[in-house]
Nanobody, 126 residues
Framework: QVHLVESGGGSVQAGGSLKLACTTSGYAFSEYCMGWFRQAPGKEREGVAVFDRNRETRYADSVKGRFTIAKDYAKNTLYLQMNSLKVEDTAMYYC????????????????????WGQGTQVTVSS
């Protein structure tokens, strides 16, 4: 059984940083595409970043240059380093795992990810 558990969320002022972590179990961590999504109040969930088997990454335009996604293969953990946070980054952040090794051009589609964590809240204040 696959388990994804997020941690690292919290409250921070604009311009600050947070590092989210997603620990996995029951999943071939190194073999598949994994990523981060977020959902702000009143908005649809959106893709933030993904990391695939070939170590290729993709980012939403809104976070490029500020967020970095990475994997620690020894710890089976996916990270999202978030710098220069903005108020508009406030959202519940979710870890998601694919059953495909490659994060293709459709990576922002939620229906491609069969496995999800419960989410961790990130709140950025001005």
């Amino acid at each position: 059984q696959v388990h994804l558990v997020e941690s690292g969320g919290g409250s921070v002022q604009a311009g600050g940083s947070l590092k989210l972590a997603c620990t996995t179990s029951g999943y071939a961590f190194s073999e598949y595409c994994m990523g981060w999504f977020r959902q702000a109040p009143g908005k649809e969930r959106e893709g933030v970043a993904v990391f695939d088997r070939n170590r290729e990454t993709r980012y939403a335009d809104s976070v490029k240059g500020r967020f970095t996604i990475a994997k620690d293969y020894a710890k089976n953990t996916l990270y999202l380093q978030m710098n220069s946070l903005k108020v508009e980054d406030t959202a519940m952040y979710y870890c998601a795992a694919e059953s495909d090794p490659v994060c293709g051009s459709r990576w922002t589609r939620e229906d491609l990810y069969p496995y999800w964590g419960q989410g961790t809240q990130v709140t950025v204040s001005s």
